[in-house]
Nanobody
Framework: QVQLVESGGGLVQAGGSLRLSCAASGRTFSSYAMGWFRQAPGKEREFVAA????????YYADSVKGRFTISRDNAKNTVYLQMNSLKPEDTAVYYC?????????????????WGQGTQVTVSS
């Protein structure tokens, strides 16, 4: 079992920055890929970014490429999402997730454990 707790969300003006954190406990964090997803009101959950267990490989949705950066610190059992140049359309609840088994990084059903989410609101 893995427990995930996100933090760092909040209200920010367009063009601003936020850094989300996801602290993991339970199983061996460093063995698993991690991802960030988001869900806006009335919309389906969508992929944002993912990182391999080693941190060597990262993956991004086209909508955030060049603005968001995913990273991890296996010594701290934490994955981060640095979000720069935020836009109102980035407003959503952001979730981190653990991918234990094989499967697409971009596909939410491939992830096995989820956090409770943290709200990000970007005002125009």
């Amino acid at each position: 079992q893995v427990q995930l707790v996100e933090s760092g969300g909040g209200l920010v003006q367009a063009g601003g920055s936020l850094r989300l954190s996801c602290a993991a406990s339970g199983r061996t964090f460093s063995s698993y890929a991690m991802g960030w997803f988001r869900q806006a009101p009335g919309k389906e959950r969508e992929f944002v970014a993912a990182i391999s267990w080693s941190g060597d490989n990262t993956y991004y949705a086209d909508s955030v490429k060049g603005r968001f950066t995913i990273s991890r610190d296996n010594a701290k059992n934490t994955v981060y999402l640095q979000m720069n140049s935020l836009k109102p359309e980035d407003t959503a609840v952001y979730y981190c997730a653990v991918k234990v088994y094989s499967g697409s990084y971009y596909y939410s059903p491939a992830y096995d454990y989820w956090g409770q989410g943290t709200q990000v609101t970007v005002s125009s």
